[in-house]
């Protein structure tokens, strides 16, 4: 099992949940990841990174799986220009690799802001830190378990 891979499971058992995730043969789209896990494309919830402004710092927009981020909308929300993120900077902030950030278990604290779509769902699906690895969540949990603020962010 990869250190990612145990990070999110860790993360979750610290949350008291118990962890349903599953290997996957590919999930790297959202149509992809909810084929194989037999879900609604929405209920896939998308670990979307930017870089703020001129910093290192990475900011974290959680989305379902058929919306698109806003960057106009997103940038009002993180308060500074937002910009791409580079595979350096998602490994140093997160710990993962680009195609399986997970939401959790990031090596350091990141904000973050959550798609109400999301939480019109009972259960959502989302990387569990590799590629090929995702786990169901109830819904309601992720907010707090990400430290995420629901808003309208997307296109």
Do not use: Y
């Not at 949940?17 to 896939?44: F, N």
């Not at 500074?80 to 997970?102: E, H, M, Y």
Request: with cysteine; net charge neutral.
């Amino acid at each position: 099992m990869s250190k990612s891979l145990k990070r999110v499971r860790a993360a979750l058992e610290n949350a008291g949940l118990t962890p349903d995730i599953r290997e996957v043969e590919q999930a790297r789209t959202a149509q992809e990841a909810a084929d194989s896990v037999g879900c609604a494309l929405d209920q896939i919830a998308k670990s979307i990174i930017f870089r703020a402004g001129d910093s290192d710092e990475a900011v974290l927009f959680l989305t379902a799986g058929g919306n698109r981020v806003c960057t106009q909308k997103a940038t009002a929300l993180a308060g500074t220009p937002l910009g791409k993120a580079d595979a350096a900077l998602i490994r140093a902030q997160t710990g993962f690799a680009i195609g399986g950030v997970s939401p959790l278990g990031h090596l350091s604290p990141i904000r973050a802001w959550i798609d109400p779509r999301l939480l019109e769902f009972d259960l959502v699906w989302a990387a569990a830190g590799t590629p090929r690895h995702v786990f169901a969540i109830e819904a309601r949990h992720l907010p707090g378990l990400v430290g995420a603020i629901p808003a309208d962010f997307v296109a």
